[in-house]
T-cell receptor, first 114, second 114 residues
Framework: SQQGEEDPQALSIQEGENATMNCSYKTSINNLQWYRQNSGRGLVHLILIRSNEREKHSGRLRVTLDTSKKSSSLLITASRAADTASYFC??????????????FGQGTILTVHP | KAGVTQTPRYLIKTRGQQVTLSCSPISGHRSVSWYQQTPGQGLQFLFEYFSETQRNKGNFPGRFSGRQFSNSRSEMNVSTLELGDSALYLCASIPGGRSTDTQYFGPGTRLTVL
């Protein structure tokens, strides 16, 4: 079963606009990661935020984490057509014993129109 | 460094057959995780291997099994295939085997069961 929900399920925007995706999870975590997937291919790692961090930036990406609300958001600024993909959040389990197990959200399908 | 390699990329089998998928992790990485991705269930964790030992297993029937070799390469096997096993199978390469490590995914093997 999935860890939580991603919101929205689908997002359609124009090039140059910002895209915001939200993720909620259910259990305590060590880290939360965001991945991108292009049309049924492999997952590409975007960014990892640790449970003791509140915000992290990487290029056009900004991730926030609110552990009290068990939620995270991914902001992509100045979107490009090449950003069209599915975006997933993934959490590990706190305690260090969930070896290799990431629990994924259902994903947000982002479409960026040229 | 070369990325994660998965073979074959596409596979068509019939019900009742068995299948073996292969994954070669990034050189130097010691742990491998496997995931199944379907439209209905999303991304689900199958199992994780570190130093040839399975340390974690997801909620899948015993028909799903795997192993890891001394060079960190991993295989997963599905016996007595069912239609519902049609999915994208993703392998992730993990550097140090810690539950908090970033996972780097391969392109996946698309399995179709007829």
């Amino acid at each position: 079963s999935q860890q939580g929900e991603e919101d929205p399920q689908a997002l359609s925007i124009q090039e140059g606009e910002n895209a915001t995706m939200n993720c909620s999870y259910k259990t305590s975590i060590n880290n939360l990661q965001w991945y991108r997937q292009n049309s049924g291919r492999g997952l590409v790692h975007l960014i990892l935020i640790r449970s003791n961090e509140r915000e992290k930036h990487s290029g056009r990406l900004r991730v926030t984490l609110d552990t009290s609300k068990k939620s995270s958001s991914l902001l992509i600024t100045a979107s490009r057509a090449a950003d069209t993909a599915s975006y997933f959040c993934a959490t590990d389990g706190a305690g260090g014993t969930s070896y290799g197990k990431l629990t994924f959200g259902q994903g947000t399908i982002l479409t960026v129109h040229p | 460094k070369a990325g994660v390699t998965q073979t074959p990329r596409y596979l068509i089998k019939t019900r009742g057959q068995q299948v073996t998928l292969s994954c070669s992790p990034i050189s130097g990485h010691r742990s491998v995780s496997w995931y199944q991705q379907t439209p209905g269930q999303g991304l689900q964790f199958l199992f994780e291997y570190f130093s040839e030992t399975q340390r974690n297993k997801g909620n899948f029937p015993g028909r799903f099994s795997g192993r890891q070799f001394s060079n960190s390469r991993s295989e997963m096997n599905v016996s007595t295939l069912e239609l519902g096993d049609s999915a994208l199978y993703l392998c992730a390469s993990i550097p140090g085997g810690r539950s908090t490590d970033t996972q780097y995914f391969g392109p996946g093997t698309r399995l179709t069961v007829l």
